[in-house]
């Protein structure tokens, strides 16, 4: 009769354990490079962009966020390690690692039962900066021989369809998608009515938005979408030559480092999709941060941190912010360092005050 009575106990334990894996809320984050603030205007987006659209209707929208770095590996580290390039030492494209020393935030999530994945639009080249650890599936596999140079966002996102369709669901999953569309200016794409869009940065947008409304039509279907965090990001701005003298790899001024950023909460199918803004300062490091909570790990502590990182997580349920409008948010660029022509530059901002460390000591009112 114990012996019976353990047995279901044991089996009534795996069913609980099951149950609460299936119930988590999963996380899918949607990386863009190059997509600057200007690049999705909310109030007044082109017709036929409802990818972009649902986005502005049914999420945060947090009209000053920042990247840490103008590069995008540096960026990736941030959000991944909750921490700025100065912390995790990974500062620009080149051989950098992320050293093993620093949990990620896939590595959090796969030790919580979230199946992971990683869908890349480059070839091979996250994978050799150690921004692959923790996630089951890690895809860059572009055959170059091909003239293959990139993966668009269509395609990233199929891979990603595929992946929760024959290995993941209904499992939670953490994911990430990274597009490097805008970056290929050249390329030649197809809208679905098979017409040929312009090569130019808006003809990409018009791509990465139609990318977008069928992932978004897929999770409805799957009803995914309620039980998903679902993040659009910028991950580096473009300042398209707007600031003489100003390239995008080193350019700390507003027009290439403040990105869009929108964050759609999972929540109950019946309530009323959220649409607010935030409008305070925001890093993608408080994203990494946030992303950490939402898998149920702390956000990590770095020793000696002068810099405040907060997690955005209290603004899921009002618009009212808990972290100091005040705050500093740093800004570097390592590219010169990299390339061999000077040192590493920054740039603080606190408010609407933007502190440019140069060859000398510049201070700059947005207002």
């Not at 149920?296 to 409008?325: C, I, M, Y």
Request: glycine share 8%.
């Amino acid at each position: 009769m114990i012996r019976v009575f353990c047995i279901c106990l044991l089996c009534l334990t795996f069913i609980s354990c099951e149950w609460e894996s299936s119930h988590k809320e999963s996380v899918l984050v949607v990386l863009v490079e190059s997509l600057s603030f200007d690049s999705v205007t909310c109030g007044n987006l082109p017709p036929n962009m409802n990818g972009f659209k649902t986005f502005c209707e049914e999420s945060i929208r947090f009209t000053h966020a920042f990247t840490p770095s103008p590069m995008s590996q540096a960026a990736l580290a941030s959000i991944l390690s909750a921490r700025y390039p100065i912390e995790h030492g990974v500062w620009h494209n080149g051989s950098q690692f992320l050293s093993a020393k620093y949990q990620t935030v896939a590595e959090e999530a796969v030790a919580r039962g979230f199946r992971t994945g990683s869908f890349y639009g480059e070839p091979k080249k996250k994978k050799k900066s150690g921004l692959n650890q923790g996630f089951e599936v890690f895809e860059d596999n572009i055959d170059l021989k091909l003239g293959n140079y990139y993966r668009d966002a269509s395609s990233n996102f199929e891979l990603l369809m595929n992946w929760l369709d024959l290995e993941v669901r209904p499992q939670p999953f953490f994911t990430m998608v990274f597009l490097p569309d805008l970056q290929f200016l050249d390329a030649v794409t197809f809208s679905e009515l098979g017409e040929r869009r312009s090569q130019t940065y808006e003809g990409q947008i018009y791509e990465i938005n139609e990318g977008l409304e069928r992932l978004i039509k897929y999770l409805k279907n799957n009803e995914l979408w309620h039980r998903t965090h679902v993040v659009l990001t910028g991950l580096t701005g473009k300042s398209g030559g707007r600031r003489i003298g100003e390239l995008d790899t080193y350019n700390l001024f507003s027009e290439n480092v403040q990105i869009p950023l929108f964050v759609k909460p999972a929540q109950r199918p019946r309530d009323q999709g959220i649409n607010w803004k935030i409008d305070t300062n925001v890093s993608l490091v408080d994203l990494g941060a946030t992303l950490f909570e939402l898998v149920g790990a702390l956000p990590p502590q770095h020793k000696g941190r002068e810099l405040e990182v907060s997690s955005l997580l209290s603004v899921f349920q009002t618009p009212t912010v808990n972290w100091d409008d005040n705050r500093f948010i740093l800004i570097e660029s390592a590219w010169p360092q990299w390339r061999g022509v000077g040192g590493s530059r920054f740039s603080v901002r606190r408010g609407h005050y933007l502190v440019l460390h140069d060859q000398q000591l510049k201070l700059y009112n947005s207002l």
